[in-house]
């Protein structure tokens, strides 16, 4: 068949890929736990407040990885997995990367190169949540605190902005794979004239 003859119209909608970054404290896992149905699978400590269902804090990078597995081969009426929080999740990969190599730390892989091999441990937990929407029809919402980082303009001048708290070659991964990046911070009060 002719290529014209392929052309598709009109929409397939699917779950949607979304990464929240912001400020501490602004509502990022209120966000997580008011879409539709969600489970939690946490990284750290911060949900005792929120009323949710969510997986026990994952200690190892394997631990989420059979979390990711459990959610695809069992069945379940989730609709969203909320991942609390990718820097805490980061953590756990650099972990992972320092057993697997027999080191102390990610740093101790020369040329920054650690970081580099932690791309492995992304993608396949990129590829698990890839999974989870296409095939379970699940929502993603990845969670992330943020950091303030220099940004070097070469058509303005040099600024600070805000950025996810992650290893930038991990964020760049990241934030590719994700439908929408959200960022959320405080506004400031407007002010009368």
Known sequence: MKLLGQIQKGREPRPRR??????????KSTFGS???KPIFLQTEDGLGEIDCEKFPIAETFDQVMATLSELYSEKHSYRTVVIDSLDWLERL?????CQKRMI??????????????????????????TALRNERGMMVILIAHAKIERFENPETESYDRYV???????SA???EWCDEVLFATYAEPRRNC
């Open 104 to 129: 102390e730390s990610i740093e101790d892989i020369g040329y920054a190169k650690g970081y580099t091999f932690a791309l492995t441990q992304w993608r396949e937990f990129l590829e698990g949540l």
């Open 18 to 27: 979304v990464m929240l970054y912001g400020t501490h404290g602004i509502g």
């Open 164 to 170: 996810p708290r992650l290893h930038k070659l991990a």
């Open 34 to 36: 008011m879409s539709q």
């Open 173 to 175: 991964v990241v934030q």
């Open 93 to 97: 990969i650099w972990a992972d990367v």
